[in-house]
């Protein structure tokens, strides 16, 4: 018994919070908050992750959330050995430097400890098909 109650159970409360979740987008939310912005309420809003203020509410209608430059200082993310960071709208990646591929075969990663850059075969002067 106690078993089949606790789906239901869970059925509520997602149900509950995602009532909580509308009333946040009801006439209480601020109409002007700034591209790149969530309201918070009828005077506030707060800059998604990845954009700047981080941390600060923007309690007017000509503040701007500005997209973090993670590849530059004072973040500065590392990509390790043999990669560049490319910082994009909301975010980054590191990806490996040219002739440098990952172990996986993958294109991006996001910091130093998931770097596998290695040379390509074909910077070594292989071609294609000869290992
Ligand atoms: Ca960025």
Redesign the pocket.
Known sequence: MAVSRRPVALALCVFLSLCRAGAQHGPACAKWCPPNSVCVSGTACRCKL?FSPPDKLITSPTGTCD????CAAPLKVSCGKFADCE??????YCTCSPGYELESGGKNFSNESENTCRVTLQHLGFQKGQV
């Open positions: 990845g997209d973090i430059n993670e910082n994009t709208e909301g975010s980054y």
